[in-house]
């Protein structure tokens, strides 16, 4: 159950962050040296002493997504990044849910880092193909996010540099451009000429203890270059001044909204869009000063220039006119751009584009497109496919919500994941395997003596589907509206829970009504939808079962007694008797009663008490302490047992009638054993009635 506690007013003299507070959290927030100006000499010395600071803007986006911490998943086979997983910077407000989506994270990372060792990736576009509302543009964000507070580290720190005094040199420049920042934000290396920066790239290289090195074989952009021209000319070719009078060095950080190293890309309407706005366009408010020929009248504020040394970001990059996705070629391949009527301008950037289903097909198929498509790595992005992480997409919606005056039942969340999972993944053999167990089975949910092959399911499904499983399907979006809907619809009605029952109602009612949801679907999804209201009633039934046979003391008496006689059989050792206190051989009458109760069949039982067995050694390793409770296979089966044991003394008519007054305490302290699994008084009325008459009918029949 989800619900948000009342929030308590804070008075003016509970307050504690004062504007001296705030100002100075600010100021520690900030680099040291973010508004200090070195020369060139200290940062030849900078760069031999770490030569991190010269990376490309592949290796830094690398080196970011490995500082923020990372751990190896043996089971998968992939690295989950901390930054994803977690989201330290928003306390994990933004965090990812699901291993496809780990999958494709763990596959841009790799391609990243192919790029930072120059493999290849460095000279693609890295896009990411998903349904709507897969978490394309949520990881694209995190990343934007995540890189300007890395510029803001001292290890991911970046530098550029600027012409100080260029008016006392040059006759004809504007006084207002008397100091002029470098307008792609270069790195300070590039003002060495080629032969000189090789040798100085050799010797930081030597020291360099990474599995990449530094390069940098970019020229100075058109202005910079005329400032060096002019400047070299007048001192007589003497470098050593012109960079000592003329350059400071000054710290760059990467700012999207100031659009330095970071540059959001949307399309236009097609009959508006120009190539200027990627690749820059003619300064009019110079052009009088300067002239057309002159790159001082140039204008570097188009998306590719902004993103220089950064990361490039193409929203929906596959709705540009063909035209416009022409300047990819050179911008991937040649690493430049080429702005109309001007010379080829260098440029280092992670080029990153996200787009739907529908354009990547058009592209596809698309013979004249055929070099774009070359100079791109699909990576998809997928939906969720493990129901539980779904449910935790939600439950992070409502965390962020103000939902604090209604209660979500038990099963809410999880039942609408699995009913999203469901129309994401293929339809199995049904002779093998039905749809909810391929579902559960995907969410790790594999009974003892099922033989079910997820990975096998996986590369069948793949084979079968045009682009592979959790590209299609009904979007985190559209259960989000519903949720949000019959919480909504729940308050109108002054109802203060919302359970699954409510939820069916608005997914069944409202489908036909999602334009997201192709109409040649709605069958199929109804079908869906009522496999998922039958697994939500015999989880109600298994919840009203355990509430009525609530003893928690007799279910840890019951397990601890397992684990003693597991722990013994193992050891091939005996256990104490608790009556006579004398020592006796494991009693695997008992054993098994616990271990049947979970199908698990007598010559898998040595596997399964094997397990259970290093989970208590386990714990015991790391000073935790192992309750049955805490092993969910055992739980179960000892909650299993306790009914067996304890149904033939409950009243099972009480549970169809409440009119006397016996009856109605039996419905009391039932409803308070619903609430202990986390219902409220209301939810755990509804489920009783839902669910309790048809346990009765059961018990009484049988």
Known sequence: ????????????????????????????????????????????????????????????????????????DEERGTVEYRLAVEDPLHD???????????????????????????????????????????????????????FEDYTRREEGRMYTFRWTNLTSVIDDQDPTDDVVQSPMNQDPLVLLPR????????????????????????????????????????????LKTVLEEHIEIVRFVADENRR?????????????????ELTGDVNYAKLAVYGEADPRAFDYSGALC???????????????????????LHATQERTIKPKNNPRIDIDEVILGRTNMPEYREKKGDETMEAFNDRTKRIDFPYVLEYESEAAIYEKLLGNADVVDISIEPHVLEMAGLFAVLTRIEEPDAEEISLIQKAKAYNGEIDEGEDIDVKR??????????????????????????????????????????????????????????????????????????LVRDEYKERAIDDVRHALAYDIGELERQGEKYMDHVMAYIDDDTVEDSLTGQAK????????????????????????RQEVSNWVSRRAREGRTFSPQDNDRLRRALERKLWEDKKHNINFSALVSSESEDRSQERSSWIDALKEQGYSEDGAIEVLEFAGAEVARTELEG
């Open 195 to 238: 032969r000189q920066r090789r040798d100085v790239l050799a010797q930081i290289n030597d020291t360099l203890e990474e599995p990449f090195s530094i390069r940098n074989d970019q020229q100075l952009d058109p202005e910079s270059s005329l400032y060096m021209d002019r400047l070299l000319a007048h001192y007589d070719d003497d």
């Open 260 to 276: 330095q190293a970071l540059e959001t890309f949307e399309p236009k309407d097609k009959k508006n869009q120009d190539e200027a």
């Open 92 to 146: 994990g407000a933004n965090k990812f849910h699901g291993r496809t989506v780990h999958e494709a994270i763990h596959e841009f990372v790799n391609k990243i880092k192919g790029g930072a060792r120059e493999l290849g990736p460095e000279r693609r576009i890295k896009l990411l193909l998903g349904p709507v509302g897969s978490g394309k543009s949520h990881f694209d964000q995190q990343l934007r996010r995540y």
């Open 1 to 72: 159950m989800v619900q948000v506690a009342q929030s308590t007013p804070i008075s003016m003299s509970q307050a504690t962050n004062t504007l001296e507070e705030i100002s100075e959290a600010y100021r520690a927030s900030m680099p040291d040296d973010l508004r200090s100006t070195h020369p060139f000499t200290w940062y030849l010395e900078e760069v031999n002493a770490d030569p991190m600071i010269a990376r490309s803007a592949h290796q830094r986006l690398a080196g970011m997504f490995d500082h923020y911490g990372t751990s190896y």
């Open 457 to 530: 399911l996986r590369e069948e499904a793949n084979e079968i589907g045009e682009l592979g499983e959790g590209m299609e399907g009904i979007s985190p979006r559209f259960i989000g509206d519903e949720i949000a809907e019959a919480i909504m619809e729940s308050r109108h009605r002054d109802r203060a829970y919302l359970s699954p029952l409510t939820l069916f109602n608005f997914f069944e009612e409202n489908l036909e009504h999602h334009g997201s949801i192709p109409e040649d679907r709605y069958e199929r999804y109804y079908r869906y939808l009522e």
């Open 306 to 328: 902004n993103a220089n040394r950064g990361i490039f970001s193409g929203e929906e990059l596959l709705k540009l006119q063909r035209e416009f996705l022409y300047d990819f």
């Open 585 to 608: 051989e494991p009693d695997e009458t008992f054993l098994r009663s616990i271990e049947e109760k979970l199908g698990i069949s007598a010559d898998r039982k040595d596997d399964f």
